[in-house]
């Protein structure tokens, strides 16, 4: 019975995806079920649409840029925190933490203000630290979560048999927390590639990525292509969760 009912839970919130991925290739250009035909128009349309190309290729380079600096400072903030007493350890870690217990559209208002009085224009600067906020406490949490398995002897040991700081972290720390960093590398590229609520805020003029461009184009009429820029979407995720774990069981 416990397996039926944890079938029917992820059928229920899987079902929707699938009946996206099988609209991209209804005849009708119809989000319905079941299709009328099947077709490839659809993404062969979506290959000729160049605004849609285009935001496809700025949200990957956000997304990207984003998991780099996000996993480095996650990175470097885990490190820092293991070296502090556990009681202000504790409290550090809350502090990192409270931007995912706040609303998005409190916190896109609030960093188009902060923007605008510091002097961050909008556009990429703005959307990409926007998107490293957002991601941050997400890809330091996984990170911490390897930190927990790790030795610290470890690190005590190559430093008196003579390796610098730097060496042992790159030979040592880095390999033995690969799999907590490459996850919330993973994590912060997703949550920036599909970042909504962030990047309307703090977006400027002549810059959308595939949120918005899909909002933009879902307001007053569904188009058939969004259905395949879904599909898209979905397979190069999946893919890449795919690989990860594949590169983390070969690892161990």
Do not use: C
């Not at 885990?78 to 202000?88: I, K, S, Y």
């Amino acid at each position: 019975m416990l397996s039926l009912l944890t079938l029917l839970v992820y059928a229920y919130l899987f079902a929707p995806i699938l009946v996206v991925i099988i609209a991209s290739f209804n005849t009708t250009g119809l989000t319905s079920f079941p299709p009328a035909g099947f077709t490839v128009d659809w993404y062969r349309e979506l290959l000729r649409d160049r605004d849609l190309l285009d935001a496809l290729r700025r949200s990957f380079m956000i997304a990207v840029t984003t998991a780099l600096l996000t996993a480095a400072l996650a990175t470097a903030t885990a490190l820092g925190l293991q070296r502090v007493a556990p009681r202000w350890r504790r409290f550090l870690q809350a502090y990192f933490y409270l931007p995912i217990v706040v609303p998005g559209i409190v916190t896109g208002i609030a960093l188009v203000f902060w923007f605008k009085r510091v002097g961050v224009p909008l556009g990429y600067p703005s959307i990409l630290l926007a998107h490293i906020v957002h991601a941050f406490p997400y890809a330091l949490a996984l990170v911490l979560a390897a930190f927990s398995s790790f030795d610290p002897r470890l690190e005590e040991a190559s430093l008196d048999l003579g390796a610098t700081p730097w060496r042992t972290f790159r030979r040592v720390t880095l390999p033995l927390i690969a799999p907590g960093v490459l996850g919330g590398m993973l994590l912060a590229f997703t949550l920036s590639f599909d970042e909504f609520v962030l990047t309307f805020f703090v977006t400027g003029g002549g810059i959308t990525t595939l949120p918005l461009e899909i909002y933009n184009r879902i307001r007053f009429l569904i188009s058939p292509v969004v259905n395949a820029v879904a599909a898209f979407v979905l397979l190069v995720s999946m893919t890449i969760v795919l690989v990860t774990q594949l590169l983390v069981i070969r690892r161990r």
